[in-house]
C-alpha cells in the first residue's frame, strides 16, 4: 500500500511543476504534467502509420515571432482549451484557458500581435445546424471576435456533417488572412477536404468556396476559390505571398498526393504530382505526408511510400516550380528493404540558407491491412534526421535520434532567432487511489528544442 501512497505523491509533484528532462542535451526538452486527459499523439500502438487515412493531432505547437514558443492542447471532457507560453529555453511563462466553441479543437495558430485563434467543430445533426467557428482572443484571453458557419455552408459540395473525420485540420495565416482547411465527412457519407479563408482583422470571408474540379492546370473560373480533394486522408497548409499552398494525401479526386495554390484575386493553381495506383477509393496508397516548406524557386515536399503492403517505405521528397506547373521525379533519400523496416511519420520544415530538416520514424516491417488497424503492433526502432537543400541533396549524414518520439501530424517549426526546431508529444501518468487502483490517467506534454547545427 505504501508502493502506491508514493507514487501518487510523486505524480502530484510532477502535475504541480514542469519537469525538465534535458536542457543541455540535444534535443532539449521539458515535460509539463497536467490534470486532464490528452488522446496519444505520439505512434505508441506502433502502427498507426499503416492506417490509410490520417488522424487529429492533440498536442499542437507554434514558434512565434518573437522566438517564444506557444503549446496548445484541449480538454476534450470538459471542453477547453489549454495554452501554454514558454520562451526559447523551454521555461513557462504563462497559461491561459478557452472554453470550447464546440466539442472538439481542430487546430490553433498565433499572430504578431500575439492574438490567439482556433478553430473548433462538431458533428451535425442536419445541414442547418451551427456547427463551426474560428474565435480569436487577445494575449490577455480575451476573446475578441468570432465566425460561424452552418453545416450545409454555401458552396461545400455535400456539406460538413463530422468535422476532421479520417484526417486532420490546418489553420494557418499569411499576412492579414487566415486559412483553415479540414477533412470532413459529408451528409452524403462521402469524405473530402474543406477550407475558407477570413480576414483575420475584419472575419470577412475571402475566399468564394470551393472549386469542384481536380485536373491539374489553373482553372479558368477559379477566382479565390479553394482546392478540392475528394478522400482527403491527411492535409497540409504552406503560408506564402498573397496566400496559401494546400496540399491533400488524396485516393480518390484525385488519388495523389495533389497541391492547390490559392492567391487572393487570381484563380487557383491544381497539380496532381504523385499519383497512386489502384481503384480511385480503394483507401490504402502505401504512403505518408510529411508536409511542404518553401524553397527559392518553388516549393518542396516529403512523404513516405511503399507501391504495396509487401515493400518497405521509403522517404523521398518531390520539388515544385513557384507556379506548380512543374515536378520533379520522386527523390529518394532512404533505401529500406523488408530487413530494415518501414519509414513512417515523416516531417520537413524549412531551416536558413537553403537548408531543409527532414525527421522520421522508423518501425519494424509489418504487412498489416491499412484498413483494420488492430492491435497488432509494429515495433518501433528509431528515430532519424537528415538535412537537405532546395534540389533534394543530402548535405549532412543521416543521424539517429533514439527514443525521441515525433508527433504524428503537428507541424515542426523552426526558431530563426536560435536556429532550433521545435514539436511537442504527449504522454500518460496512471494515477493510484490508496487501494493501488488506477483512479485516473493524468496526462504530460513534452516540448523539444532541436539544434541542427550541432
Not at 180 to 204: C, I, M, P
Not at 258 to 282: H, M
Request: charged share 20%; hydrophobic share 35%.
Amino acid at each position: 500500500m505504501k508502493k502506491y501512497i508514493g507514487i501518487s505523491i510523486i505524480v502530484c509533484i510532477l502535475l504541480a511543476l514542469p519537469v525538465n528532462l534535458g536542457a543541455q542535451e540535444n534535443p532539449a526538452s521539458v515535460s509539463r504534467a497536467v490534470e486532464y486527459s490528452i488522446s496519444d499523439s505520439v505512434d505508441n500502438i506502433g502502427n498507426l502509420y499503416i492506417k490509410a487515412w490520417s488522424e487529429l493531432p492533440s498536442v499542437l505547437t507554434f514558434v512565434n515571432s518573437d522566438g517564444s514558443v506557444t503549446v496548445c492542447t484541449s480538454d476534450e471532457k470538459e471542453k477547453i482549451t489549454y495554452i501554454y507560453e514558454f520562451n526559447a529555453n523551454l521555461e513557462e511563462q504563462k497559461e491561459l484557458q478557452f472554453k470550447n466553441e464546440f466539442n472538439q479543437l481542430g487546430a490553433f495558430t498565433r499572430d504578431d500581435e500575439g492574438n490567439y485563434y482556433f478553430f473548433y467543430a462538431s458533428r451535425a445533426a442536419n445541414q442547418n445546424t451551427e456547427n463551426m467557428a474560428i474565435a480569436k482572443y487577445s494575449r490577455e484571453g480575451e476573446k475578441i471576435k468570432i465566425y460561424r458557419l452552418i453545416a450545409g455552408a454555401p458552396n461545400s459540395f455535400g456539406s460538413i456533417k463530422i468535422p476532421f473525420d479520417a484526417g486532420t485540420c490546418r489553420l494557418e495565416l499569411s499576412g492579414s488572412m487566415l486559412t483553415v482547411y479540414f477533412a470532413r465527412e459529408r451528409f452524403d457519407g462521402h469524405q473530402a477536404s474543406y477550407g475558407f479563408v477570413l480576414d483575420k482583422d475584419t472575419f470577412e470571408r475571402i475566399d468564394k468556396g470551393y472549386a469542384y474540379y481536380y485536373t491539374n492546370g489553373t482553372y479558368p473560373k477559379g477566382n479565390n476559390l479553394l482546392p478540392f480533394t475528394g478522400h482527403s486522408f491527411n492535409q497540409f497548409v504552406l503560408p506564402v505571398d498573397g496566400g496559401f499552398v494546400y496540399a491533400d494525401h488524396g485516393d480518390a479526386y484525385p488519388r495523389a498526393f495533389t497541391f492547390g495554390k490559392f492567391v487572393d484575386g487570381s484563380n487557383t493553381i491544381r497539380l496532381n504530382a504523385f499519383a497512386f495506383p489502384g481503384a480511385k477509393g480503394s483507401n490504402p496508397t502505401y504512403a505518408e505526408m510529411g508536409g511542404l516548406a518553401k524553397t527559392q524557386a518553388g516549393y518542396i515536399f516529403a512523404g513516405t511510400y511503399g507501391k504495396d503492403r509487401n515493400n518497405a517505405r521509403n522517404l523521398f521528397v518531390l520539388t515544385f516550380d513557384e507556379e506548380l506547373k512543374k515536378c520533379s521525379a520522386p527523390i529518394y533519400l532512404t533505401k529500406y528493404t523488408k530487413n530494415d523496416g518501414h519509414a513512417g511519420h515523416p516531417k520537413i520544415v524549412a531551416l536558413d540558407s537553403g537548408r531543409y530538416l527532414l525527421l522520421w520514424e522508423l518501425f519494424k516491417f509489418s504487412t498489416q491491412s491499412a484498413n483494420s488497424i488492430v492491435s497488432q503492433r509494429t515495433e518501433y526502432l528509431s528515430t532519424w534526421m537528415l538535412v537537405i537543400d532546395e534540389q533534394g541533396n543530402a548535405i549532412s549524414e543521416i543521424q539517429e535520434l533514439k527514443g525521441i518520439r515525433l508527433n504524428i501530424n503537428d507541424t515542426l517549426r523552426y526558431n530563426p532567432r536560435n536556429g532550433k526546431v521545435y514539436w511537442a508529444i504527449n504522454d500518460r501518468i496512471a494515477i493510484f487511489d490508496i487501494n493501488g487502483v488506477v483512479s485516473v490517467y493524468s496526462s504530460t506534454f513534452t516540448v523539444y528544442a532541436l539544434n541542427v547545427n550541432k
